[in-house]
């Protein structure tokens, strides 16, 4: 994003802005809302998404305005009207039953979950148990679990789960991760279990995604030398939630979770000479610029943009779309 210096009236504190590099939108969030967006210009109003698209409240909203319905299940859309399935991805029962009311629907998982997917299913080929590494009842686990039949996976959430997870029978062991988990915690969860089945593999290919790696490798740096860091995100933002907990863990006096400006609490900056600003891989970037633009109408900020990644990754989106 441009940043602006204005006029620095007298009466202004200074405080010291670093943004982080990368934030906000990954490829896979972009795809899932385009994907809506592309629907209902193609098929007009409204399209049925089948749970939050994103977890992302202020892009749920926009796109609820433009005539998108967001439903828990598919028993609450019509059969004759598109529906979606979220990045988050979904059962395999999901897509079955859409097929068996032959119905249209536009799958906007994310390419590396459905890569999670297909690694779970040939794990399941070649006859082992896999253990997920994940948070119990996010729709990313819910959809991961669905792929394969009732007993084929494992739920670990903890380091004191890995320690207490027995194997099924003597079937042999795979892992697969939810893919915005946090680095750190999930490195030492495969620690434990690699202690304990050391025939598991190295754990040097992770599912966790490159967006969420590269975000929390960018706030440790902000968490390395600021007083306070404000994430920008949903609170049912798994990857935004964790963000907030590497800050803290870098070394960041405070970090919050704020869903844009109007909910930050200003009295969070008494003492703050430095502020870390980021934002989950769901939340717009415009969320970001309105924050900053309201630390500029409190204060003498300068702002300064963190060296970083950049992410050139893209996903296509589903043909019938681009046709």
């Not at 049925?48 to 828990?72: P, S, T």
């Not at 997917?117 to 959809?143: C, F, S, T």
């Not at 999930?186 to 202690?195: D, F, G, S």
């Not at 109007?262 to 600003?277: E, F, M, N």
Request: charged share 25%; proline share 6%; aromatic share 4%.
């Amino acid at each position: 994003m441009t940043v602006h210096q204005p006029i620095r009236p007298a009466d202004k504190r200074p405080l010291t802005v670093r943004l982080a590099t990368p934030r906000g939108f990954c490829a896979g969030v972009d795809r899932a809302i385009q994907i809506v967006e592309r629907a209902i210009e193609k098929y007009g109003a409204p399209v049925y998404v089948r749970h939050e698209i994103v977890h992302n409240r202020h892009v749920v909203e926009r796109l609820r305005a433009m005539g998108a319905v967001f439903v828990k299940e598919l028993d609450d859309c019509p059969d004759d009207r598109p529906v979606v399935f979220s990045a988050h991805g979904v059962p395999k029962s999901v897509p079955a039953t859409a097929r068996s009311r032959e119905m249209l629907f536009l799958d906007a998982t994310c390419p590396l979950v459905s890569k999670v997917h297909v690694e779970a299913e040939r794990h399941h080929a070649n006859g082992k148990h896999i253990i997920l590494i994940g948070h119990a009842g996010h729709p990313e686990v819910v959809g991961t679990m669905g792929q394969l039949p009732a007993g084929a996976i494992s739920l670990v959430e903890t380091v004191e789960d890995a320690e207490t997870f027995q194997r099924p029978g003597d079937a042999p062991l795979a892992y697969a991760t939810q893919t915005t988990l946090s680095v750190d915690d999930t490195a030492e969860i495969l620690a434990a279990l690699k202690r304990r089945f050391p025939e598991l593999p190295d754990p040097h290919k992770e599912d966790i995604c490159y967006a969420t790696t590269n975000r929390q490798e960018a706030v440790k740096r902000l968490g390395d030398g600021c007083d306070l860091v404000l994430v920008v995100g949903s609170k049912n933002s798994s990857n935004s939630v964790r963000l907030v907990e590497v800050a803290i863990k870098a070394g960041a006096r405070d970090a919050r979770l704020v869903d844009d400006a109007s909910h930050v609490d200003w009295t969070w900056l008494d003492g703050v000479s430095t502020l870390g600003i980021t934002a989950g891989a769901s939340a717009p970037e415009r969320l970001i610029e309105d924050l900053v633009q309201a630390v500029r109408d409190r204060f003498d900020a300068d702002v300064v943009e963190d060296d970083g990644e950049r992410e050139t990754v893209t996903f296509k989106l589903p043909r019938v779309l681009t046709a």
